[in-house]
């Protein structure tokens, strides 16, 4: 099994930052072949941010991060970061880490994870 804790949330102004960071455990976690962040706002679905490929270590965004989001990895820590910059009220959400046991997963379909956090909320005021 793998466990994943999100966390780094809380309230910022817009323009500002954050970083959250998820840390795995658990006896399954070197069966991890990588790793996604999504977000939610009540009464909306949950989208994809940025995903993280183990090997060969390629990554993707989301259009509406792009530039201002960066997705990386701790493998001494097994913990994922997402940095985030420029942060929009827009940006307000739930953030969800998850990983996968698939080698070929494509980044932002969420059935393609097998694991996931709990959640951490991150909130930019205007």
């Known amino acids: 099994q793998v466990q994943l804790v999100e966390s780094g949330g809380g309230v910022v102004q817009t323009g500002g930052s954050l970083r959250l960071a998820c840390a795995a455990s658990g006896g399954s976690t070197f069966m991890i072949r990588g790793m996604g962040w999504f977000r939610q706002d009540p009464g909306k679905e949950r989208e994809f941010v940025a995903g993280?490929?183990?090997?060969?270590?390629?990554?993707d965004y989301a259009d509406s991060v792009k530039g201002r989001f960066t997705i990386s990895r701790d493998d001494a820590k097994n913990t994922m970061y997402l940095q985030m910059s420029s942060l929009k009220p827009e940006d307000t959400a739930i953030y969800y880490c998850?990983?996968?046991?698939?080698?070929?997963?494509?980044?932002?379909?969420?059935?393609?994870?097998?694991?996931w956090g709990q959640g951490t909320q991150v909130t930019v005021s205007s």
């Open positions: 998850a990983a996968t046991r698939y080698y070929d997963f494509v980044y932002n379909r969420a059935s393609d994870y097998d694991y």
């Open positions: 993280l490929d183990w090997k060969p270590g390629t990554s």
